[in-house]
């Protein structure tokens, strides 16, 4: 059990959605990986609806993604500084967005997976590294990917490289790592938003993000 359900275990109903409100205010994703019992609360239509409201207060609403098994915090009416702030967020995830799609792509292809990673899929990063060391393709795919900016390794040692990433995904919120002691990642489901920004994306710029991932394993993606 994580700090974050050991304290919510222990405090009053009301004091556990303070706790979630306060959590989806600081941009948290909410999702049965990160946080099943908040997660249960925004399932349950009573809580939910005593959040919205008090959401709505502060010009806040109770998003979803990955199809209603996500939750995070939105603006309800987007003015100047709201739109600036979105604006802001939504570059930052455009900014890493190649890097974050070729990590995908990596380890669908190298786990040997048909469907992209969602939420509750678990990497074992030591299985992964040695079947990316297997493959000298994977392996140049892999150093490309730890030199983007967005992970930024110096390393030419695959170990070092790959360990590097899954510890920046992890400050990001795209893994969470139940067990510190092993190398066990969990995807989380800020993994499912960013698919549906990439939808948005491909939609509205028609980058054609969806067809290209389907062909991933014929040829590089981006």
Not at 174 to 183: A, D, F, G
Request: some cysteine.
């Amino acid at each position: 059990m994580s700090d974050i359900q050991q304290s919510q275990s222990s405090a009053t109903p009301h004091q556990a959605t303070s706790l979630l409100i306060e959590r989806l205010l600081q941009g948290e994703f909410i999702c049965r990986t990160t946080d099943e019992e908040g997660w249960r609360a925004l399932k349950s239509g009573s809580t939910r609806n005593y959040i919205e409201q008090f959401l709505n207060q502060i010009n806040r609403t109770l998003a979803s993604a990955g199809e209603g098994e996500v939750f995070f915090c939105g603006y309800l009416h987007l003015g100047e500084s709201e739109r600036k702030v979105i604006s802001s967020q939504f570059r930052d995830i455009c900014n890493g967005l190649v890097p974050l799609v070729e990590w995908l792509v990596l380890v669908q292809e190298a786990s040997g997976q048909d469907a992209p990673l969602t939420e509750g899929a678990a990497i074992r990063l030591i299985e992964l590294q040695a079947r990316i060391d297997e493959t000298p393709a994977f392996k140049e795919q892999l150093a490309k990917l730890s030199h983007y900016r967005l992970f930024g390794s110096t390393s030419s040692q695959s170990e070092a490289q790959i360990k590097l990433i899954f510890k920046r995904l992890l400050e990001l919120g795209y893994l969470s790592r139940p067990n510190s002691e092993k190398q066990i990642y969990i995807a989380t489901g800020k993994i499912d938003y960013l698919y549906e920004v990439i939808r948005f994306i491909d939609e509205t710029e028609g980058l054609s993000l969806e067809a290209q991932a389907e062909t991933a394993s014929q040829k590089d993606l981006l």
